[in-house]
């Protein structure tokens, strides 16, 4: 929207037309920046930012269900590879609301509803904080419960050496 601040009108001689002197032109200046635009955020932005929220909280040993975690063991050993922050994640991101979906394994010996809990307040706070949308919920499905010492591999002499 363009409106003039000020206007002088200068007419010497009658009968000629005015003209306008030192006229400054404003554009939305007055509006507040943030409304100057939209900012969309992917799905895949989301799931990032849930994953790592979910991984830093304790009791949880890893994320996705087994044939994801075995994809993802293969993925990581590949040279150059990187390893899915995203991985054991499902999201919805509507404008202004998001829900998130995790499947997780817990350490043995953790109580499941209190790590829940926290991995809840840790996503939602991340998300939250991170994207200004608003997290309407996180489901957590438990997959796994991992031992201590499962992933400790034995060596044990193969046929070929």
Do not use: C, W
């Amino acid at each position: 929207m363009t409106e003039p601040i000020s206007q002088t009108q200068h007419n010497p001689h009658p009968g000629e037309l005015p003209s306008v002197v030192g006229t400054r032109l404003q554009t939305g200046a007055r509006e507040p920046a943030a409304t100057r635009g939209k900012t969309a955020i992917a799905d895949g932005v989301v799931e990032k930012i849930s994953g790592i929220a979910a991984r830093e909280v304790p009791g949880i040993h890893a994320l996705g269900g087994g044939f994801s975690r075995t994809m993802g063991a293969m993925r990581d050993r590949v040279p150059g590879a990187r390893s899915s922050a995203g991985r054991g994640v499902k999201v919805e991101v509507g404008e202004k609301q998001t829900a998130v979906d995790l499947e997780v394994v817990v350490e043995y010996g953790v109580s499941i509803t209190e790590v829940a809990a926290d991995v809840r307040e840790n996503v939602i706070a991340a998300v939250e904080r991170m994207t200004g949308l608003e997290v309407a919920e996180v489901n957590i499905s438990v997959n796994d419960v991992h031992l201590p010492g499962e992933d400790t591999t034995e060596t044990s002499e193969g046929r070929v050496q």
